[in-house]
């Protein structure tokens, strides 16, 4: 079942397709085609075999008539011999579809798990190869510099993520904070909730402080009780709570991004009643859900009620 990790990195290739070039061209120095415009496309690469094969996402770069290169994005949480042996039929499948290069990349939030989906899995003799394009911790630059957040905002996120732990986080902190104001409010919101779930107390406590020093208005009520429950270590069942709440919270915000970004209508009803689920099963369900949902209807809500 997909985690709020996972869609949340999903939803920033789905919300800005151009992320999938300036992290190829960048950090992982591959060579892209001359290209004009970045296009999110069908994730179903199921050809006229029966087997169903969906990737997480598909990024298609254009030039001025047709498609130049193809990108399919996979994020990768953990070790899985199975997404592996998938990987070469998603890749065949688009470069037969669209009859131009494709690359594989896949978001690794662990660096031992980005390195091993970087290994290159071998189809066959004589040398039949595909070499995954891995992003880890180690291959997210430091971004420091307030105007490449503005620029590349997700970026900024990802480097808060990957180094917003280490000694020296304030500069990091403070582009993301650039980063956070220039996404829509909704974005900001799902960042900001994303990168206080993954930090640790120290670097949480650090954040709080440049953000208080700035003035800067905390995006989400589960921010203000990241670092309410940050101040009060002591109280281990208190933080606790606050941590549980927290995730569901985020969770819902995951499942109303999905669907907002499929176009799908959502009542105001039913997002009152998605906003306020603590059940994390369930949320977890409608996530899943959401990601091929067409109407509210397919998350198994009578938006009537």
Known sequence: MPSHLHEILIEMFRDRPALAAEILGGPLHVALPEFH????????????????YRADAVVTLHGSASP?????????????????????AY?????????????LLVMCPD???????ATPVAIGPPGSVLTPV?????QVPVVTDPGAARRMPELAVLSALAHGAGPEPTAVFKALCTALDVVGQEHAHMYTDLVLSRLPAAARECLEELMTTAGYRFQSDF?????????AEGKAEGKAEGVAEGKAEGEARAVLAVLDARGVQVPENVRADITSCTNLDQLGTWIHLAATADKI?????????
């Open 223 to 231: 921010a203000r009780r990241n670092f309410a429950a940050g101040k």
């Open 37 to 52: 415009e970045a296009r999110l496309s069908s994730a179903d690469l199921t050809d006229v075999a029966p087997t169903e």
């Open 134 to 138: 891995a992003l880890g911790p180690r």
């Open 297 to 305: 209807e397919d998350l198994g809500i009578n938006a009537a009620e």
């Open 111 to 117: 660096q031992a798990v980005a390195d091993w989906c």
């Open 68 to 88: 130049v290169m193809a990108v399919v994005i996979e994020v990768q949480l953990r070790l899985d011999p199975r997404k592996r042996r998938s990987w070469p």
């Open 91 to 103: 890749v065949g499948t688009l470069h037969a579809r669209l009859g131009c290069p494709v690359a």
